[in-house]
């Protein structure tokens, strides 16, 4: 029996251990400027990670391979990041401990809160009110208007809303019965999401709009009863789709983008071309942390961070990468179907949806295997907004994969 | 198990497969697409190394400088010292415009960078590469120069190999272009409608008009329909097509050597039929039609697609080079030197050897027998027929004193209306030094009166001047 | 030098994160083995409320209840758990037209059901927790 405990902790020191060589080989790759704030820094992360994951299976009754996969992943971008630029290493190291902080207060925060699958109206309301913010302070950047900047901190409303809009289907369809008294009920939930859709194709948010899409077809396929409606989504998207591509340019030229990059080489084709290289390059084992060229890529360590990682470090790891977000996905299907209230099945599958899909489109993108959109890698790409919502996720599929009925029943 | 359940499983295992998918689509990647994608041009890693590597330079095999790098300010220049004369050979290598010809085919020796294994990363580290290797040719710098002087201003190409070890003297293509300014006249060159960046001695392919019957006679030998004589009374009527000898003269009675010597349509038309195309093309891939000929440069494949000939027609017009058959003047050079090897086929070379900055010899190319392409008897038939064609047949043109020349001439029709001139051979014939392959794309005159004064200015200046 | 170092870490990593992936795809798998081994929709049966890594012996996520069942520290029981708080014979359910009734077996440490510790025979219902020491099971009868 001791046997098996001794291996239960053999993936978190597995972690351990690769994440103190990585520290060792970037203090020796930033030897000239080897600093001891930084390697207290890293050092303070290390620990965080490895207190977090010993502390989680005392607290949460749940899963505890999410936080597990999610810490790896992590690591993985934040050498990535820091072997980049040094700077940048150093906020999301901060920010990464935000998140971790973030993810606790909200598992105990959230936990305690009842009746959160009947706050449709206000979930409604918040998402709107993130789409305003965005539009009425919005900045452009990289061709799409989701950031905003509130006393020179940029942030991306849009993160959050991904979580709003998962609450607020959850909620629909956890209580189908008390809206069923409302003639087309569905109709107007199907209504709101394409309304989401059309503010984020304006924000020309491309990559963000297929998420929203997606999570919501998967989750109307789940529950919706008409099932006409699901044919009716389809076809409205395939529609808009074609639309889309007549009306605006900026999807013809990431459609022609993909299809051949190479003629377009100067300009659209740019970015993606200068992935391809860099993945090119790398090989099956990469060239070696430091030794690569990632900074020829554009907008490397949020959108493009996966191509640095086959540069330079290979594409075995870049299929680890993938298969830690298949695992880690197939952890939250399985926490979705073993939960047995409903709004906080909805919830899992939503979240789950979210990190599988988002990470295929952003990888399947900087692999030219689909039209490269703009996303971020959650977990590995740097950035405050995106690693903050992710651990926001992360935090309700923490919850969601305890066991709610036994806790109603005693709480009553 | 229940409908909801069920529908999360299908959900589940639809993103398991974009997973997969993702993984199955990178191993490809990685595998079948990323060695091109590494070495287009636009590549700025590439770069990287040519600013610390010096790269090697190519030389002659008389050790004339044909291209080299030299420093200037923090990285290396280029230089090329023969302008067009090598722009097929050596190609280029700019920043701009990438890379082509043996700069672009023997990047990785000119820069002396070797296959990424594990050791060879760790001795790349203990000793930094810093110079490239030296690449030294089989070209001839005065054949090549006078090569390009006897075809300047008339499209098409030369090749002059030696016969028994496959080494090219020389291999122009014209029209060429100035490898040492490029950035001049890129425009230019890259829009020219006579496409001068085409290698025409490989990447060309004509038709090859009488200068394929000696691949038709070789195939006569080898069934013995030779044996029986041939009236020919200037024109042959194959289903209902008329096939004419040129300018409709009749030649009479009539054998293969005779049919050769006055290039005679008809009697090789009316005798492909008896052959057959399965022997024409047997023998034809002896000599490397349908497939790449082993090469430092890539050779298009020659055509001669006997197994989707379906009519006789096709098939006769076939025998005399005409139709569906195709070659590249390397490949006919290739033939020439069978005949003269005593029917062997030779390993056409063009790096000579690879040698390090301290002289040490990387790699040396060998005297390599592709392929027994006739028996002696038989080459040695056709080589007697060959002599004859130059001593008094359509080949008269490529005559030298005291030197006995073998060749043959081809006029070939094609899509343009004007005739290209072909001329093959090689000399001496009892113990061949020289085998050339002469084109001239569209040139309108025929192979004796255009082609064989080039060859034999050529096989002379050659044999007069080569050093072993 | 950095770039030997470089060098073999690259080798290293791969290694250590295809490990780690590995050893979370067989925790995974062990757990699921222990799960789906049977099936046991519309049936009554224990389900383990503690986290079962948590509990430093052997122990199921599920039991099921086929007819009278018997749970002690002995080997004889149904469901052997080797935990000392549990007593060689602990409690039992006994099942009676459809009904689940459940009885301490005069356990050292008590049965406590819902909170409650229990003196007589009870009868189970759909939700109710039984806990002995620190293990604590749910009653599951979907009928």
């Not at chain 2, 190519?58 to 044909?66: F, Q, S």
């Not at chain 2, 890379?99 to 000793?127: A, R």
Request: charged share 20%.
């Amino acid at each position: 029996m001791f046997k098996g405990e001794i291996r239960k902790q053999s993936p978190k020191n597995l972690l351990l251990l690769f994440q103190i060589l990585a520290l060792l080989l970037l203090l020796a790759y930033e030897q000239m400027h080897a600093d001891k704030m930084i390697f207290i820094m890293a050092m303070g992360l290390i620990l965080i990670i490895y207190l977090s994951n010993y502390l989680l299976i005392k607290i949460s009754s749940g899963d505890n391979y999410i936080f597990l996969i999610v810490t790896m992943l992590i690591t993985i971008g934040i050498i990535v990041i820091y072997r980049i630029d040094e700077k940048l290493g150093i906020k999301q190291l901060t920010w990464i401990s935000l998140g971790i902080f973030l993810f606790f207060l909200v598992y105990f925060m959230v936990k305690r809160l009842k009746k959160i699958d009947d706050w449709l109206y206000l979930y409604l309301v918040l998402a709107y009110l993130l789409f305003i913010i965005t539009f009425a302070f919005g900045d452009r950047k990289f061709g799409a208007i989701n950031w905003v900047s509130f006393r020179g901190f940029a942030f991306q409303p849009g993160e959050i809303t991904k979580i709003v809009l998962i609450f607020l289907l959850a909620s629909y369809y956890s209580n189908t019965e008390k809206w069923r008294h409302i003639k087309y009920s569905s109709y107007y939930i199907m209504g709101v999401v394409y309304s989401f859709i059309a503010l984020l194709f304006l924000q020309k948010d491309l990559g963000t709009a297929l998420v929203f899409y997606i999570i919501f077809a998967s989750i109307q396929f789940i529950y919706e009863e008409d099932r006409k409606l699901i044919l009716y989504n389809i076809g409205l998207f395939l529609g808009s789709g074609v639309l889309g591509y007549v009306l605006f340019d900026h999807v013809k030229i990431r459609f022609q983008a993909w299809l051949n990059p190479w003629i377009y080489i100067e300009r659209q084709g740019y970015q993606i071309t200068q992935s391809l290289f860099a993945i090119a390059e790398g090989g099956f084992f990469g060239k070696g942390l430091g030794m690569g060229h990632p900074d020829f890529v554009p907008v490397v360590y949020t959108d493009f961070i996966f191509s640095a990682i086959c540069e330079e470090m290979g594409i075995f790891t870049g299929i680890g990468i993938v298969m830690l977000f298949m695992i880690f996905v197939y952890r939250g299907f399985k926490i979705a179907i073993s939960q047995e209230n409903r709004f906080y099945r909805i919830l899992a599958i939503g979240i789950s949806t979210l990190f599988g899909i988002q990470s295929f489109i952003i990888l399947g993108g900087v692999l030219k295997m689909i039209p490269l959109t703009g996303l971020t890698l959650p977990f590995i790409s740097y950035g405050g907004s995106s690693i903050l919502s992710s651990f926001i996720a992360l935090s309700i599929l923490q919850i969601c994969s305890e066991d709610m009925t036994s806790r109603e029943d005693t709480d009553e | 198990m229940n409908k909801e359940i069920k529908r999360i499983i299908i959900i589940l295992t639809v993103l398991c497969m974009t997973f997969i998918s993702l993984i199955v689509y990178i191993s490809y990647f990685q595998i079948f697409k990323a060695s091109a994608i590494k070495n287009n041009s636009y590549n700025k890693r590439l770069w990287i190394n040519e600013q610390t590597i010096l790269r090697g330079s190519i030389l002659d095999r008389n050790g004339n400088v044909l291209a080299y790098s030299e420093k200037e300010g923090d990285s290396y220049k280029r230089n090329y010292n023969y302008g067009s004369l090598y722009s097929h050979i050596v190609g280029y290598s700019y920043r701009e415009y990438g890379k082509s010809g043996l700069e672009l085919y023997y990047n990785n020796s000119l820069l002396n960078i070797s296959d990424s294994t594990p050791i060879n990363e760790i001795k790349n580290i203990v000793i930094p590469n810093t110079t490239g290797n030296n690449l030294v040719l089989t070209i001839d710098h005065n054949i090549q120069s006078r090569a390009r002087s006897l075809i300047d201003g008339k499209k098409g190409s030369i090749v002059v190999m030696n016969p028994t070890t496959g080494e090219i003297y020389a291999m122009v293509s014209y029209p060429d272009f100035n490898i040492s300014n490029l950035n001049e006249n890129w425009k230019e060159i890259s829009e020219d409608m006579e496409s001068p960046l085409i290698n025409r001695a490989i990447q060309g392919l004509y038709a090859p008009g009488s200068v394929f019957k000696v691949i038709t006679a070789m195939a006569a030998l080898e069934n013995s329909s030779y044996e029986t004589q041939y009236n020919c009374i200037g024109s042959e009527k194959i289903e209902g097509y008329v096939f004419k000898d040129y300018e409709g003269k009749a030649h009479g009675p009539i054998d293969l050597k005779g049919a050769l010597v006055k290039s005679c349509n008809t009697y090789f038309i009316n005798k492909s039929l008896e052959i057959g195309k399965d022997t024409i093309g047997k023998i034809s891939e002896r000599f490397f039609f349908n497939s790449r000929i082993p090469f430092d440069l890539p050779v298009k494949s020659s055509q001669f697609p006997y197994k989707e000939m379906t009519t006789d027609v096709e098939v006769a017009a076939a025998s005399i080079g005409q139709g569906k058959v195709l070659v590249t003047p390397l490949n006919m050079a290739l033939i020439a030197s069978g005949i003269a090897n005593e029917g062997e086929v030779v390993k056409p070379i063009l790096v000579k050897e690879i040698v390090t900055k301290d002289g040490k010899v990387l790699k040396q190319s060998d005297i390599e027998i592709l392929s027994q392409g006739i028996n002696p008897l038989g080459a040695n038939t056709i080589k007697d027929m060959m002599v004859e064609v130059v001593k008094s047949g359509t080949g008269v043109n490529a005559k030298i004193k005291n030197v006995t020349v073998a060749g043959k001439t081809g006029t070939a029709e094609n899509s343009s209306g004007k005739n290209h001139a072909w001329f093959i051979g090689f000399a001496p014939a009892d113990n061949p030094k020289v085998a050339v392959s002469i084109v001239l794309e569209e040139d309108g005159s025929t192979g004796g009166k255009a082609a064989a004064p080039l060859a034999r200015d050529i096989m002379l200046y050659t044999i007069e001047n080569i050093k072993d | 030098m950095y770039s030997i170092l470089a060098l073999i870490f690259k080798y290293i990593f791969i290694i250590v994160i295809y490990l780690f992936i590995f050893s979370i795809i067989r925790l995974i798998y062990l757990d699921i083995k222990s799960m789906d081994a049977i099936s046991f929709e519309d049936r009554a049966y224990l389900k383990l409320i503690n986290r079962k890594d948590s509990l430093p012996f052997k122990i199921d996520e599920h039991y099921i209840i086929d007819g009278d069942i018997k749970l002690g520290r002995q080997n004889n029981n149904d469901i052997v758990i080797k935990d000392q708080y549990v007593s060689k014979e602990h409690f039992q359910i006994v099942e009676d037209e459809k009904e689940y009734y459940l009885e301490d077996l005069e356990s050292v440490n008590g049965t406590y059901l819902n909170g409650d510790k229990l003196y007589d025979i009870v009868k189970l219902k759909d939700g109710d927790i039984i806990r002995i020491g620190k293990i604590e099971f749910l009653f599951v009868n979907r009928e």
